[in-house]
């Protein structure tokens, strides 16, 4: 370069002739340094006289994606060439061995260089058994200032030096056919483990175009979205950002049991993600374990948007069974049902129904919305347990669910099998009502003609007492007319829609424990549109069981109106009242509720031991409580109990209350508060126009109500009401004035207290 003009390198090719290549100054700062990392820019008219003259490479064989055998650049002349095809350059991305129309294709390990610039690039050659980097070597890039790329080759030095070797072209991985679309739902980030049987460990290196979810790859790792795999894939590295840049980084996997989420032995180095006009391509070579397979990024509206829709009503959980109907060779894929309550049947389906003679159920919480679940599943013989397997159940953002089906897995791998559909069982006709009045708690009698060990399974609306089961009956409980009787126990739901799961429990007599776990059954209640509650009643396992009906208790008490019963009843002599009552009652005279301290006399309430209570009524809003009553002693004023007994006590709002007596003593009865008035003189006679003065006192620590009064003519007439004028009663209606003797309702009357 001694005069300014470009150098002359002068090389020596196998047939010993000497040729003279021109070669840029800034190629050959390139070609010297030693470390190849250099990228120097080059004289305009200097590369340009190269790029001009470079040799075209023109053939269609090289493209790094068709497969094809045969072909060398091993005999091509030493000098300067270019790709005139596809996308004009060398390709910079791994290329699987017996393609570009050679056995071992050579590619370029790097970005390609810079418009204007040289540099010494990294190549490899693909060999058959030992993967796509089968040997090192360099090759002169450069990139002329038109955008053309032209490279320098040599064919005594590697890589093509040896036979079936050559260079291949980089194809446009965004054209239509340069690139498989990927559609297959089970890479969503929305699939579990272990649900795809296909990884891409065989598949082949191959540029792909994401068609499903967010159309791209994760780019971290999500520990509970495995992309359908063992080991799930993502990209880690850089995203381009302009149309035509492809950006390089690796596929991490994760690997259960490692807390490195890109597990080094089967990290993928080979990442390349192409922008182009409106979509991304990925360059994906095959991964290193065959349990390892690449996710695609998706969202939980997308996944439920792209479900299949099945419309098949013989599916209902109450439909019948049918012939024909199976999902044995349903296609592997997410489904949503459109029928009855869209969703699968969450709890167990008999033998013969929905429309198969193996229906099948799920068992477990559903998910909750903008959630997914892995579920049990169960296939219905004469076991409803039969036959296990696994679902993946998802609930989207406007609460349909979506189902992730894998075609020929257990339990649909028999024929005659298929999904039961939840039929919404508030809706008429998808429920029995309930309305007997024996089912009541409160129901002592063993009326009941039949238990439910018998009755079908079945959804059940209670339109009797309170609408709703019991949630607690004592150990010592007889209700419900039957010898075992049933209640609820778990939570209710709160609103419409919500199933609630929980058991139906039975005491059984001698038994401490309430809910006796050998007897136990499985239950569901549903909250309707309209507020009220519908249960899933199993048939219940002893014959003796059946389901209660919670009911006010008030309203099935039995009326105890025996004036004895008054602790001012004395009762003279031996003859003693003895009760003999199980079940629940309530008080109809005095004060309507039993004494709270002893009875002040001997012989009270015409029993030989009189029984009040102690501790207390309840208020209305404490429900019912335990309490127990005194008998007690036959002596005056005495406080020690001949005996006791436990009772449950519940106020009734009005003033009154409901006891549940279970009468154990002999000459013992229940007392019932009240007051006695002593009135003196008893009669009294007035004059026209004069008063007549009764003094009365009260035994009662209540005090006298006067609102109490009733007058009452002797000859059960009553006194006359406000329109007649010549009688009147006081507002306190303890005075009657008699303002004309001649009066026809003038006579003789009596004053009534109905609490005395």
Not at 557 to 578: C, F, M, Q
Not at 645 to 656: A, F, K, L, W
Request: aromatic residues 12%; charged residues 25%.
């Amino acid at each position: 370069n001694m005069m300014g003009l470009s150098p002359i390198l002068t090389f020596t090719v196998l047939t010993g002739l000497s040729v003279a290549v021109e070669m840029p100054a800034c190629a050959k700062e390139a070609l010297d340094d030693a470390t190849y990392t250099l990228n120097p820019t080059c004289n305009e008219e200097e590369l340009n006289r190269v790029c001009q003259s470079a040799s075209p490479l023109d053939e269609e064989w090289r493209a790094s994606n068709k497969a094809g055998t045969g072909h060398t650049d091993r005999d091509k002349p030493e000098g300067w060439y270019k790709f005139t095809k596809y996308a004009k350059r060398m390709a910079n991305y791994p290329v699987e061995h017996s393609h570009c129309g050679a056995t071992y294709p050579v590619w370029i390990d790097g970005d390609h260089v810079g418009r204007g610039t040289c540099k010494y690039q990294h190549v490899y050659k693909s060999h058959v058994y030992l993967g796509p980097r089968y040997r090192l070597s360099y090759v002169l890039e450069c990139q002329c200032y038109d955008g053309d790329f032209v490279y320098y080759h040599n064919p005594d030095y590697p890589p093509t030096r040896e036979d079936q070797t050559a260079y291949c072209a980089e194809i446009d991985p965004c054209l239509e056919g340069n690139y498989v679309r990927i559609t297959d739902s089970s890479r969503s980030s929305y699939m579990s483990s272990a649900l795809r049987t296909n990884t891409d460990q065989k598949d082949g290196d191959r540029w792909v175009r994401l068609m499903i979810g967010r159309q791209r790859m994760p780019q971290e790792v999500t520990r509970n979205s495995n992309c359908g795999v063992k080991y799930p894939g993502w990209y880690d590295g850089e995203m381009p950002t302009s149309v035509g840049q492809i950006t390089s980084g690796r596929y991490c996997f994760y690997v259960e049991g490692h807390d490195d989420p890109c597990f080094e032995s089967y990290t993928v180095e080979n990442a390349l993600v192409k922008q182009c006009d409106g979509f991304l391509v990925y360059y994906w070579p095959n991964t290193i374990n065959d349990n390892g397979g690449y996710c695609i990024e998706d969202d939980l509206t997308g996944t439920c948007e792209r479900a299949t829709p099945i419309a098949d009503t013989w599916r209902g959980a109450m439909q019948p069974s049918g012939s024909g109907h199976t999902d044995n060779h349903l296609p592997t894929g997410w489904y949503k049902f459109t029928a009855f309550g869209k969703r699968i049947a969450n709890y167990p389906i008999n033998l013969y129904h929905c429309g198969v003679t193996y229906p099948i159920w799920m068992d477990g919480t559903r998910a909750g919305r903008g959630q997914c679940v892995i579920q049990n599943i169960y296939k219905a013989a004469q076991d409803v347990k039969w036959q296990s397997g696994k679902i993946k159940e998802c609930q989207c953002l406007n609460g349909e669910f979506i189902y992730y089906h894998v075609e020929g897995s257990i339990p649909t791998n028999n024929h005659e099998t298929a999904y039961c559909v939840d039929e919404d069982p508030c809706l008429e006709g998808n429920h029995e009502r309930i309305g007997d009045p024996s089912r009541s708690p409160w129901n002592t009698e063993l009326k009941y003609p039949t238990t439910d060990d018998k009755a079908k399974e079945r959804w059940v609306k209670l339109i009797g007492g309170k609408g709703v089961m019991p949630q607690y009956l004592p150990p010592d409980s007889s209700g419900c007319g039957v010898k075992y009787p049933g209640w609820y126990d778990g939570e209710m739901p709160t609103h419409t829609s919500q199933q609630m799961e929980g058991r139906y429990c039975f005491v059984i007599p001698q038994h401490k424990d309430p809910c006796h776990t050998a007897y136990t059954e499985e239950a569901r209640v549903r909250m309707c549109e309209d507020g009220s509650f519908v249960y899933h009643w199993p048939q219940v396992i002893n014959d003796n069981g059946g389901y209660c009906v919670d009911s006010d208790v008030c309203e099935a008490v039995k009326p105890l109106a025996e004036d004895w019963r008054s602790i001012h009843h004395v009762t003279e002599g031996t003859t003693y009242h003895s009760d003999r009552l199980k079940g629940w009652f309530s008080f109809t005279t005095g004060y309507r509720m039993m004494p709270e301290a002893p009875p002040p006399y001997r012989g009270s309430c015409g029993t030989r031991y009189p029984g009040y209570l102690k501790g207390g009524h309840p208020t209305p809003a404490e429900g019912m409580v335990q309490r127990e009553v005194c008998f007690r002693r036959d002596e005056e004023r005495s406080e020690s109990c001949q005996g006791s007994e436990e009772i449950m006590v519940q106020s009734c709002g009005d003033g009154s209350y409901a006891y549940r007596f279970r009468s154990a003593i002999s000459e013992a009865a229940y007392c019932v508060d009240g007051k006695m008035v002593t009135c003196s003189p008893p009669v009294v006679r007035a004059k026209y126009g004069a008063n007549a003065a009764i003094t009365c006192t009260t035994s009662s620590n209540q005090g006298f109500d006067s609102s109490e009064v009733e007058w009452t003519k002797l000859d059960d007439v009553n006194l006359p009401d406000a329109s007649l004028n010549k009688m009147t009663i006081s507002e306190d209606k303890l005075v009657v004035k008699i303002e004309d003797i001649t009066d026809p309702y003038a006579g003789v009357y009596a004053m009534f207290i109905p609490s005395t």
